[in-house]
């Protein structure tokens, strides 16, 4: 029997993404465009284990159009 409980975590954002080189000027990305961004991480625990920590085992991004 597999005692592994697991849970996933929709996160959702609005980020800005830019790079700036040493004089603070714009070489990646953009000022002021907001992206949409959703990802979900999964953590497992073993739910007859003393350790009460959740471990990361998953990261997946999920395009925005599927919220």
Partial sequence: INNDAK?????????ILN?????????FGHQN???????QWVFKK???ASDPTW????VDN???TEI
């Fill in 33 to 39: 465009k907001i992206e949409n961004l959703k990802t």
């Fill in 55 to 58: 471990k990361l085992v998953d």
């Fill in 19 to 27: 790079i700036l080189d040493q004089k603070q000027k714009i070489i």
């Fill in 46 to 48: 073993n739910l007859k």
């Fill in 62 to 64: 999920i395009p925005f």
């Fill in 7 to 15: 849970i996933k975590v929709n996160f959702i954002a609005e980020t």
